[in-house]
Every structure is written in structure tokens, then in C-alpha cells.
């Protein structure tokens, strides 16, 4: 399978936008697994302020932080949701975050890209990022500023 080039994406100005806007960040993939991925970049994410809302289909707490297994689950606003799953998953995913309708920030790690997730996503009214880490991009602005 051939990896999509993100259609819809933000901008480098969109991008600092998103996180002034974001306090809680929910994570979907987040794994307990300090080695991973998405382990170390809500550890950092959680590190610089942000509320991080582990979504994983076990465990009890990761980070400190109650797990919920779906996002219909978190009974709070959202303001963005980080995802570390695969590409296909992310119609369900921009679906989940249509049906909450809190969600502002429909974000899709590194090496993830599903246009047609995000085009709905974007259409429903949240801003998208796509391919780019969260972690990486927030280092950026912070030396920028």
C-alpha cells in the first residue's frame, strides 16, 4: 500500500494557533510502553502544561492519567486529539471526533495520513494537521519564540 500525501494540512502560523487554543489533548494509541512513541510524546506534551487523556483499550491509568477506551467515553471537552494509530483507522477516528462535536484539532502523527478522514474532519469544522508530530512541531515554536 502507497502512502498518501497530505491534501489537508495547517500551516506553520495555523500550528501555533492550535496549541495557544489546546489545554487537553487527548491521545489515541497512547501506549503504556515508556519506549514508544506515543508514550514519550504525551510525556512531553504533559510536561509543558497540557490535560493528556490516554485513550488505549487497556490499562487503568498511563501518565498519571485515567484511560478511557474510546473517545465517546471522556466525559469533558477535548480541545485537540493526537492519534498514533494506522491510517485507515482515521475514519473512524474523524467520525468519533464529529459525533463529540467539542473536538477543535484533528491531528495525525508522523507517517499518518488519510485525506478523507481529514477532509471531514476539516468540513465538520476542525482545524488539521497531518504527517507532523506534536512534540516535534511544539519544540520548534518554543525555540522560534
Known amino acids: 500500500m502507497e502512502c498518501e500525501i497530505p491534501t489537508v ?3 506553520k502560523q ?13 491521545v489515541i ?12 510524546v504525551a510525556k512531553y ?6 490535560k493528556i487523556v490516554p485513550i488505549y ?5 498511563i501518565l498519571g492519567e485515567k484511560v478511557y477506551r474510546s473517545l ?11 492519534i498514533f494509530r494506522k491510517p ?3 475514519d473512524n477516528v474523524a467520525e468519533a471526533c464529529i459525533q463529540r462535536g467539542d473536538v477543535k484539532v484533528f491531528w495525525a502523527q508522523k507517517d499518518i495520513v488519510n485525506n478523507e478522514a481529514a477532509a471531514r474532519a476539516k468540513a465538520a469544522g476542525m482545524r488539521v494537521v497531518q504527517n507532523m508530530c506534536t512534540m516535534v512541531e511544539h519544540r520548534v515554536l518554543r525555540e522560534e519564540a
Open 9 to 11: 494540512n495547517s500551516n
Open 14 to 26: 495555523e500550528i501555533k494557533e492550535i496549541f495557544d487554543i489546546t489545554k487537553t489533548i487527548a
Open 29 to 40: 494509541g497512547l501506549s503504556p510502553d515508556e519506549s514508544k512513541v506515543s508514550h514519550r
Open 45 to 50: 506534551l504533559k510536561e509543558q502544561g497540557y
Open 57 to 61: 483499550p487497556k490499562e487503568e491509568t
Open 72 to 82: 465517546s467515553e471522556v466525559p469533558f471537552a477535548i480541545d485537540m486529539v493526537d
Open 88 to 90: 485507515k483507522e482515521l
